[in-house]
């Protein structure tokens, strides 16, 4: 689809976004290392440049000089990228929205705001501190709004409050050609054409760059509760998640640590929990709310031979225990010198949980490999960090094996092969296997409807 | 963008389609005009035939043969076409799905449903009546699964459990092209690629034919408790909705009856409420948790003057309550011999729904126009509801502006030209107006790249 430009071209283009945009242009190694989307475990050609946008209008003018120059462009947040969403395959320019990260409007009557795409959620959440709100979709990273617009995010809230579909109202979008479009409005709900906001969300960098991003804020609530519950087995930590959410308790948060993430997280963030499979939860509501849920949930935890819940009393307790939850990266991490994480995910109908779980479990036990599983449990979604020696290459030909199988399984179980990660480079395949040829050929006739040339982060979601 | 076809070929189609579906083919005067979308308010021509369509293949072989003949074709449902977004407005095959009402699987463990789209919501939660489970969305009209996603459909329950777009986990969708694809898995989240289903939920049947609708289910609230509470003005009511949805109260249901609309459900529906501005309220939860709601709503709506909650303590008084809300288009009928109604809606953030409203009801008495106003307040949507002779053009005329001026305003306070009613043939302009021409031309594209021959349902959502 892309029509890639030889490089006498590319370093006309190069050339031109220098004059254009002088020292906001970066074009040293180690700037250029750092936009090479290389923190997932997908290897990266570098981008020809980076360019700080600082403004909308920077954005327009380097979409014309790339459109001039069939320059492949990539819009750039915080940077996780790990199924190498933002790898350059093709070179191009890294355009890095972190330094359009001002908060435009804080509408408390509405409980809406709307931020510049660079905004990342943690300096949302301190910006809106003293309204009494909060915007709770967390992957965990320190994201920017526009990347997890982008990639659909999720993360650990997501089971009560939903994902970046459901809490974007509307994006300022530049197209292909440099035009700026606002796909929705501020309306709760809107029957007024194609939803174009839900068409960008997801779409990975590959339609359009966001600019600016509309998101729907909550009430902080009245109260909030949060502990673990420990379990003999992965199994009765699942069975309990699939109840409570078969019972509609409203958890706000629910995950899932297997004892080898327990442990890797004891050492890396000094807690001292029990080494068994965990669930973290977290209660949100009126005080009487909080109790009657906590309550019901502990019966059924207690049921499949759970603990009580811990309860983490004081606020420091609390984010001690969500920042533990948090590292579960770089805890994983640190389970082995020099390691590399390949963090893959799938998201399941929820009844299929423990289906899925368990076979992934026992499929790397089967291989010998070394692996953590955490999850999003109450959304059916969960992850494998596959612990690995960047030297070893049967270790990662052992990974890819288990990440097929669990994605083939979790196909076959009605589910899909990304709950929150989306496809960049690694699940393109696993795309074409979830949603047949057919599907698959709308969306490239919709890729091919808003980026003719092809510049939009080449490489990513098709093969 | 249509390409459409002289009257020989169109005749070549019938003929054509004759052969194929032979008595499922109706042709008759009388069918032709129930499928013309005259329920609205927008005048049409007739289809030139009637597709009683019994299974997917039969979609799929009327595909073919219009596309062969450069024969328009318009999916229909139930029928409601507030918009004229069934009118065949350059002929073309009406494909009547409501005889593909099989229910195809209920999963209550995943708490999904499959239908196919011709299956009623009343159809589905009869027989859902046994499983605990319930299929909240309710636009009023005993709509089909597949009109309700073509329009993104919403309703009285919207406001606690979203619209279409939020309960649709995916679609079957037969393409202008005949291909079968499937747009989603029954997994609760994905960051899969595009959002497929998102784009056709809301598309009017204009970029494919959907045959089958996956659902989220619902657990049947322990206690349910419905009523009404009367205020000395409008605003007083939508202040109190405004202040009930900023704390966080999850009403079900918060609908508003103006004086005008409660005086005709009293003579339709036989009740005797005070003829004053009215909330029709439900409230889903535990016992003690749907208490604590009507306690906090109740001071809410005291601090503003409202009356006692009057709860409708038996199921009979409650089905009552919402039969006569749902009745109100048929109550507002009946205020004038042979008068028609108009019904048109816009949604507007919460904190403006007390403007919104404000301006237009002086706007309806400053034209002396007959309107009653009936809306879903909790999601800052309402409908204006003009009772008008069908032989006084002036009136319409009047009408018209009313609702122009209604939208504008509307789009002046961040709302949209279409809550739940979309776009239709009527509210084309206004969408314009609303995202502007290069969003439109973004959607157009779309269009172009699903249904290069312009036959799905022409006319409607572009100018």
Not at 77 to 103: C, F
Not at 391 to 411: D, K, S
Not at 436 to 456: E, H, N, T, W, Y
Request: proline share 3%.
């Amino acid at each position: 689809m892309a029509t890639i430009s030889p490089q006498s071209t590319r370093n006309e283009a190069v050339s031109s976004l220098s004059r254009a945009f002088g020292e906001k242009l970066l074009l040293s190694q180690a700037v250029r290392e750092q936009h090479s989307g290389l923190e997932g475990h997908h290897t990266s050609r570098l981008p020809d440049a980076v360019l700080n946008a600082a403004s909308i209008n920077d954005v327009v003018e380097a979409l014309h000089i790339c459109a001039a120059h069939d320059m492949p462009l990539i819009a750039h947040g915080a940077g996780t990228s790990l199924e190498g969403n933002l790898s350059a395959v093709s070179g191009g320019l890294s355009l890095d929205l972190t330094g359009m990260n001002r908060i435009l409007d804080v509408d408390p009557e509405n409980m809406i705001c709307r931020v510049e795409a660079g905004v990342t959620r943690e300096q949302l959440n301190q910006e809106l501190r003293h309204s009494g709100l909060f915007f709770p979709i967390d992957p965990g990273a320190n994201a920017t709004l526009g990347g997890m617009a982008s990639t659909r995010a999720s993360g650990t809230n997501a089971v009560r409050y939903g994902t970046m579909r459901d809490n974007v109202l509307s994006l300022e979008v530049v197209t292909a050609d440099g035009r700026i479009i606002e796909t929705g409005t501020r309306a709760a709900k809107s029957a007024a054409g194609y939803d174009l906001t839900g068409l960008f969300v997801g779409s990975e960098g590959t339609l359009g760059v966001i600019t600016a991003v509309t998101l729907r804020l909550y009430g902080i609530p009245q109260c909030t509760m949060a502990g673990t519950v420990t379990f003999a087995s992965v199994d009765d930590a699942v069975l309990t998640t699939i109840q409570a959410i078969q019972l509609g308790i409203p958890v706000a948060r629910i995950e899932l640590l297997d004892a080898a993430q327990i442990k890797a997280c004891n050492a890396y963030s000094q807690l001292s929990l029990a080494e068994q499979p965990t669930l973290f939860l977290e209660f949100h509501g009126t005080e009487d709310g909080v109790s009657e849920q906590a309550s019901l949930f502990g019966q059924i935890a207690k049921g499949n031979g759970g603990s009580e819940l811990s309860v983490a009393v004081q606020v420091e307790d609390r984010n001690k225990l969500w920042k533990a939850r948090h590292s579960a990266y770089f805890a994983s991490k640190s389970l082995r010198p020099n390691a590399r994480i390949w963090s893959t995910d799938v998201c399941v109908p929820i009844a299929k949980l423990a289906d899925s779980i368990a076979a992934t479990r026992a499929d790397i036990e089967r291989c010998g490999a070394q692996a953590t599983i955490v999850g999003h449990v109450g959304d059916g979604n969960y992850h494998v960090l596959f612990v690995l020696d960047p030297n070893q290459p049967e270790e990662w030909e052992v990974a890819a094996g288990i990440n097929e199988r669990m994605v083939a399984h979790a196909l076959t179980l009605g589910g899909t092969c990304t709950g929150e990660h989306s496809v960049g480079i690694g699940k393109r395949q696993c795309l074409v296997d979830e949603r047949g040829a057919d599907a698959i050929s709308l969306m490239a006739a919709v890729k091919r409807a808003f980026d003719p040339q092809g510049l939009l982060n080449p490489g990513k979601i098709f093969l």
